[in-house]
């Protein structure tokens, strides 16, 4: 039995070797793309190959003359997984460029793995982890879709000055993203003069969040909650029934439209919620209005409005094919020509232009929101301000910000 | 171990095993030469990720059969067993995380398999009185229990980033995580593995342990320590799964709560049934076509569908073999080789008396 498996294993591996030296010099172009198909975020996972779907199509699957194949690769928000998937596209199906992955986690470990295949390409997809660009950076990784921390741009100061809410509790996931985005929300806050006198970390998936809602503390004017999908559902539903009444600060998947379109008592207490992103589902734009059109257009079971992992997805997949444009098509050279010319880019997206710093992270425009009701009663979030290019370092002193340490559960602290 | 085994015992179905097993037949030379030759011919991709890979998770899931197959246990902590091994290697070693305690290779390695044979023996000690889907529970708890305990404690074991930057030690200038020195170390703990359990279950203890399997009363009442030899099982598979562990942390480089969550545990269960377990070569075949099919999957279907084909083929295999792919790999070879001669009784017997 296992020799006939290893026989038939050989002969895959052969026929497979003699298709891929074949298929080098033919007139085609590989794009791989990663997200979580499966587990947590198996529904944001669909949305961003949406995303890259989308951007091909508008090229009709055509950069400068060749056409491109698009290998999907899938993982589960297990780092582990990701890295995996991301092998299994560069190492056997020799995709040229990788987009992907998801989440913060896993963006970390695939950078890591982006230093031992200088021959490749890789674009983020939506991970949003802080130091996958800041601290230790690949040569060959470029982050389109800034940060978690960029994501949080003008809401510590909105919060403090405009809502004057003048302490407030943090109510966060447990792992590389939120900790990014905790910190963008802070930084500014504290510099405000606001304080955070105690934060609480939740495992992914927590569902039972009473030990939490017991222990916050009463004196606090609000509570910033970056809670994603299903955990931030179970923790308002579950705030609202223990009588909490305190005002919310969200993150930038605290307010989706999975959270807006729930039922019950958590509607009221959302509205008026500030939060910040990358993206805002309601911004009156025209080239904003024509991407949710495409989108809506191509994906008629699609979402009701693109997430921002699929506005992600997009925008990395436009710059990769932006770029190969502006070669021809050209990857000699171990890619260099791409390289220099996605590290010049300047991006036109549905949310604005995006460049790159010198770390290969995207400056872009971020939107500072607010859940308001809109016609027939159902929850949006209404655009405050648009915050124009905010680059990594949240527009402070680049070396300042750097003193600032890697984020973590304890950084920064003000209490 | 001697001083477990009160006598001699007599078994007529371990002793048809011994006979009808210990005939090296010309496929087994042919296996172990595709084997070594494989790395040859194969990308470095088919190289690591399908073959290390799949010779690492068979041996994590040959502890399982193991216990399983000669021991009549189905313990669900096989994969956190060799997740202990994986964390011991993280916390004493050498790690870009930056908490490890820095051991050197030859210090933490040792250390890393003999801790987490002793808490193999201590989850056997814990679930050995239980029976059947008790067993499954209650290995099943410790299993969650120790990843709620990695993932939420920060100071040892750091929390939801685990550790990440581990390697295998560089030995006389070879830098063993490089394709093809990776894949012969996995190929020889496998290998050694996979002789250690043929050789364990025709031992003494091996012939007690399948008895006790097939009835634990009688064995008591002739003056065996049960508990004892279902203790040793435990310590016995805990120590290949540790080996399996440490390959583990090597092949991914890293190790965090996810890499012990549910979804690997039930992976090497998976494994375990697809190949068979009731012999030792199941769990590697059952390795390599989950791994193939984890791999390459996603290219035959598209999208989110591609999970439906893994459980297809796993529930096509449960439905029509009682002993996964290995069993249903028997029963064409007896079809096959019926008209020949009378042999073929014999060895239906052979299998059934296994069974």
């Keep these: 039995m296992k020799h006939k498996f290893r026989r038939a294993l050989l002969a895959a591996a052969l026929g497979i070797g003699v298709a891929a030296a074949a298929g080098a010099g033919a007139q085609e172009i590989k794009i791989g793309a990663l997200a979580t198909l499966e587990g947590p975020f198996a529904v944001p996972g669909q949305d961003s190959m949406r995303g890259v779907e989308l951007a091909l199509s508008e090229v009709n699957y055509t950069i400068a003359g060749k056409k491109v194949n698009l290998i999907k690769g899938s993982s ?86 405009t809502k004057g809410y003048k302490k407030v509790a943090v109510v966060a996931e447990d792992y590389s993203f939120p900790y990014t985005q905790v910190m ?63 005002p919310l600060i969200g993150g930038s998947i605290t307010t989706d439209q999975t959270v807006l379109a729930a039922k019950g008592r958590i509607r009221d207490a959302l509205i008026g919620t500030p939060a910040a992103g990358p993206i805002a589902d309601s911004w009156d734009n025209p080239k904003w209005k024509a991407f949710v059109a495409a989108y809506k257009k191509k994906f008629p079971d699609g979402l009701p409005s693109p997430s921002l992992f699929a506005h992600a997805y997009y925008v990395e997949t436009k710059a990769a094919i932006a770029a190969l444009e502006q070669v021809k098509g050209d990857l000699s050279g171990n890619q260099a020509k791409l390289r220099k010319a996605l590290s010049s880019l300047k991006l036109d997206t549905p949310t604005g232009m995006v460049s790159l710093d010198e770390n290969r992270n995207a400056i872009a425009d971020m939107f500072l929101t607010e859940v308001a009701v809109g016609q027939g009663g159902t929850l949006y979030n209404k655009v405050v301000k648009v915050i124009p290019q905010v680059n990594q370092s949240m527009n402070m002193d680049k070396a300042k910000f750097l003193a600032l340490g890697p984020v973590s559960r304890t950084n920064p602290e003000c209490k | 171990m001697s001083a477990v ?14 006979g009808r097993r210990s005939a090296a037949r010309p496929y087994h030379f042919i296996v172990a030469l595709l084997l070594l030759v494989f790395p040859f011919v194969a990308s470095d991709f088919w190289i690591v ?43 004493f070693g050498v790690s870009t995380t930056g908490s490890g305690l820095g051991w050197p290779w030859w210090a933490v390695i040792p250390w890393a398999i003999a801790i987490a044979t002793l808490y193999a023996t201590f989850v056997g000690a814990l679930s050995v009185r239980t029976e059947g889907i008790y067993t499954i529970m209650i290995t099943l708890a410790i299993g969650m229990a120790t990843f709620y305990l990695a993932q939420q404690n920060y100071t040892v074991f750091n929390g939801f980033d685990g550790f990440k930057g581990l390697e295998p030690p560089h030995l006389f200038d070879v830098d063993s995580r490089e394709p093809l020195p990776f894949y012969f170390l996995s190929l020889a703990v496998a290998a050694v593995c996979y002789f250690f359990v043929l050789y364990v279950s025709r031992s003494t203890f091996g ?42 942390v090597w092949y991914n480089g890293r190790v965090s709560p996810g890499s012990i969550g549910i979804s690997p545990i039930i992976n090497i269960l998976i494994i375990a049934v697809m190949g068979g377990m009731l012999r030792p070569a199941g769990p590697f075949v059952g390795a390599i076509v989950f791994v193939l099919l984890q791999t390459f999957a996603i290219d035959f279907i598209d999208r989110e569908r591609f999970n439906t084909l893994i459980g297809t083929v796993f529930f096509l295999v449960v439905l029509f073999s009682t002993d996964g792919l290995l069993g249903l790999w028997e029963r064409v070879r007896v079809r096959l080789t019926a008209p020949r001669a009378g042999v073929t009784s014999g060895q239906r017997d052979g299998a059934e008396g296994q069974r």
């Design chain 1, 184 to 246: 963008g929300f802070m930084v500014p806050y504290c510099a405000a003069g606001g304080k955070v006198p105690e934060k609480f970390w939740v495992p992914l998936g927590t569902k039972d969040y009473s030990s939490v809602i017991a222990k916050l503390p009463q004196d606090v004017d609000a509570i910033y909650v970056a809670l994603g999908g299903a955990d931030a559902v179970n923790f308002l539903t579950q705030y609202q029934q223990g009588g909490g009444n305190k």
């Design chain 2, 207 to 248: 012939l007690s342990l399948q008895a006790i399997r097939d009835n634990a009363r009688r064995m008591r009442a002739l003056g065996y320590n049960v508990t004892l030899h279902r203790i040793v099982a435990y310590s016995l598979a805990g120590l290949i799964a540790a080996l399996g562990g440490v390959l583990s």
């Design chain 2, 5 to 18: 085994l009160p006598a001699q015992p007599a078994n007529a179905s371990g002793a048809v095993a011994v």
């Design chain 2, 49 to 91: 990720q399908i073959g290390a890979q799949s010779l690492i998770l068979g041996v994590i899931a040959l502890s399982l059969m193991f216990l399983a197959g000669y021991g009549g246990m189905v313990s669900l902590a096989q994969m956190t067993v060799a997740g202990v091994a994986a964390y011991m290697i993280a916390i």
């Design chain 1, 76 to 161: 589960n928000a297990n780092p582990d997984v990701a890295v995996n998937a991301a092998r299994k596209l560069v190492e056997q199906d020799k995709v040229d460029i990788l987009i992907g992955p998801l989440s913060g986690s896993e963006g970390l470990a695939v950078k890591d793995y982006a230093k031992t295949q200088p021959n490749t390409t890789f674009l983020n997809g939506s991970s949003a982890a802080q130091d996958t660009t800041l601290r230790d950076p690949a040569p060959n990784f470029y982050r389109f879709s800034t940060d978690g921390a960029q994501w949080m741009a003008g809401l510590g100061e909105y919060a403090y000055k």
